[in-house]
């Protein structure tokens, strides 16, 4: 059994990677424990992250077998993992995650009926120990139908049980069920990915022989050699052009075999903790059928553009494995979105005649500027993401000039005088993690430092606490990144963004100041988002907030409104609060 790249510091909690690697340290505490969770916890580790990963292994390797394991183990036999065979499987079966993909461990086909019932059953119970919340099977096309015309979500959250059943709450698994097309091949997009628990779950889905074709940007050992042992799958790591940059886009791409296909557009990672309890955010698209052999080229375009967009977007990436897809999209009817695609990608960018800005904020002041309705100016710009870049010595220097001044754009004749709108940003206080779900660790996922902090000590003023009461949400700390304008006194959405961009330079871009030439944006990051304008979406020049208005469905903003300001004595989240912890 091999050991844990990442030895002390594995963080995991997924039972697939403790069938596949061993931890010493653990080990060592499993193996003096009394179990049920009386161990020896040494000070230097978290003792909650510690107990978590002790009780899987207390489910994966009970006590009474333990002797067994640790004989099959010095012996050199690896153990594996049995997953829960697909509801509705007419034989049992097992998923070996073990690199060699071997099937060896797989019941002979012979076995009696009553067995097979039996083992079947007992599966059926396994699949929670791989996903803490199971939706019953079959009803995703149904709930996205419910949930026009934003097709916005938000991650069930596996400590908040109405959560469970809130109807637009969604699980990774809904996203592969079969009621929304029968899968062929799939694209990942992402900055973290966990394989074993993804494959976990496309092994559930009934797709894990399916090609998949993974895009990431995290140092991950584990993705170095996935091809050799899992031969439909193609991983490739994203290059980035400098050193701090960040692929940190998180998108899917579903081909069913229909021919059509489905674009989905998150700001979780993939891997375990994402999708547990912390707050996220989807936007999926309804589905896109394959378009006639002989239709024009430009066919099947949305009203936003969305199509050429991505395309643009994917040309970018310059990998050639993308180039299926792409014509796949270009042979796509996209006609059907009514969202605004919002991509950012590494490099200095410039306006063009044809497409105004291409990326960045920059790219949203473009859009708005064309389609949003007219917004008084002391209605603020409301940011929210989960980690915070450095954002200069006072709040002008790059929020206003840059950043506030793209996005309070509207649709207003040029030339009348503007202000500038309020700036406000919500993000975890220190109280706000140490009451989460997960305790201090809920703040894992909020990777904000002191020294940026200390730099920035004028942020304090505008900051809003997390709060999410109506969304069963306050306890689930935000890894989702949104940016939107709204009317209390009309109750009101002028536009909202969901995006995988949290508020920095590098994800945003940074205008030079040299006033020779023209503006150049530089981005370090790739993000991806997307852009909900009312026209298009609804018809209207707003959405509705907190209630429908002639049948018109609220938005369904991820936050309470109106919004908390920090009191004197609060502070935000830091990163470094976790040090101690470990």
Known sequence: MKECPYGEKCYRKNPIHFGEFSHAHLDAIYEKGKGSGDYEIPAKYSSEMIHTQLKLLEKLFPKEAAKKEKEAHSSGSKPHVTAPIASGSSSSGSLDTKPSGSSSSRPAASQDTSNLAKKQKLNAKNIKDYIPVVIEKGGMAKKLERAAPYNMFLTAITDSKPTHSEPLSITLQEILDESLGEIESTVQINFMVDIGWLLGHYYFAGILDKPLLVLYGDESPDLLSIGKFKPQVTAIRVRMPTPFATSHTKMMFLGYSDGSMRVVISTANLYEDDWHNRTQGLWISPKLPALPEDADTGAGESLTGFKQDLMLYLVEYKISQLQPWIARIRKSDFSAINVFFLGSVPGGHR???????????????????????????????????SSI???GANVQAWIQQDFVNSLKKDSTPVGKLRQMPPFKMIYPSFGNVSGSHDGMLGGGCLPYGKNTNDKQPWLKDYLQQWKSSDRYRSRAMPHIKSYTRFNLEEQSVYWFVLTSANLSKAAWGSFNKNSNIQPCLRIANYEVGVLFLPRFVTGEDTFPLGNNRDGVPAFPLPYDVPLTPYAPDDKPFLMDYLQGLH
Request: some cysteine; charged content about 20%.
């Open 389 to 391: 870049g450095s954002l």
């Open 351 to 385: 306006e063009s005649s044809v497409r105004g800005h291409p990326w960045g904020h920059a790219r949203l002041g473009s859009l708005l500027s064309k389609h949003a309705t007219p917004i008084d100016d002391r209605i603020p710009v409301i940011c929210q993401s």
